[in-house]
Nanobody
């Protein structure tokens, strides 16, 4: 069973930066698409960004220009670089793998539909 482990969540002030990591000990991630999804308190889950096995990326309009997804297939880790963080970015961030990622041309939202999920890491943006 593929298990995903997120790390890097922390409490930062507005305007700050963080890098989240997603690892899969004992498994090779390079054949899978990977996505980042977040869930803020009292809100539905929201697709943030995803990356294909070949490195093609997609990002929700809500974080475009501030968040960057990447992957290191040699280290078997995916990353989410977050900058210019805002209080509304406060959420539990989940890493997911193996599935589909589609962006709505109408809303700019990202639908991340993946099979394997981590348990999440908390990001708090507050002064």
């Amino acid at each position: 069973q593929l298990q995903l482990l997120e790390s890097g969540g922390a409490s930062v002030p507005p305007g700050g930066s963080l890098r989240l990591s997603c690892a899969a000990p004992g498994f090779t991630l390079d054949r899978y698409a990977i996505g980042w999804i977040r869930q803020a308190p009292g809100k539905e889950r929201e697709g943030v960004s995803c990356i294909s096995p070949s490195g093609s990326t997609n990002v929700a309009d809500s974080v475009k220009g501030r968040f960057t997804i990447s992957r290191d297939n040699f280290k078997n880790i995916a990353y989410l670089e977050m900058s210019s963080l805002r209080p509304e970015d406060t959420a539990v961030y989940y890493c997911a793998a193996r599935g589909l990622c589609r962006k709505s041309a109408e809303t700019g939202d990202l639908n991340v539909d993946m099979e394997y999920w981590g348990k999440g890491t908390l990001v708090t943006v507050s002064s």
